[in-house]
């Protein structure tokens, strides 16, 4: 069974920057796409963006421009840089590995002044 946990959320003022890092086990993870998504209260989870085992990033509308996806495959791990931070922003933020039903437990990621 593949594990994925999040790290690296925190509370941060709006127009900060915060990293968020993704560890893989228990999968080959060169073999799979991985993809972030946040949830925030009263909504739905929803895509924030993705990356290719190429490592090809794409990215939903709202936060292209801000935010960036890598991965580093010889550690296992996929990272979600955030610049620019805005309050709409806050939300519980999960990994999950592309072809499998396997998600991290989420990091909190708090914007305020």
């Known amino acids: 069974q593949g594990r994925l946990v999040e790290s690296g959320g925190g509370l941060v003022q709006p127009g900060g920057s915060l990293r968020l890092s993704c560890a893989a086990s228990?999968?080959?993870?060169?073999?799979?796409?991985m993809g972030w998504y946040r949830q925030a209260p009263g909504k739905q989870r929803e895509l924030v963006g993705s990356?290719?085992?190429?490592?090809?990033?794409t990215y939903v509308d709202s936060v292209k421009g801000r935010f960036t996806i890598s991965r580093d495959n010889a550690k296992d791990t996929v990272y979600l840089q955030m610049n620019d931070l805005k309050p709409e922003d806050q939300a519980v933020y999960y990994c999950?590995?592309?072809?499998?039903?396997?998600w991290g437990q989420g990091t909190q990621v708090t914007v305020s002044s």
């Open positions: 999950t590995a592309g072809g499998t039903p396997w």
């Open positions: 228990g999968m080959v993870f060169s073999i799979r796409s």
């Open positions: 990356i290719s085992t190429g490592g090809s990033p």
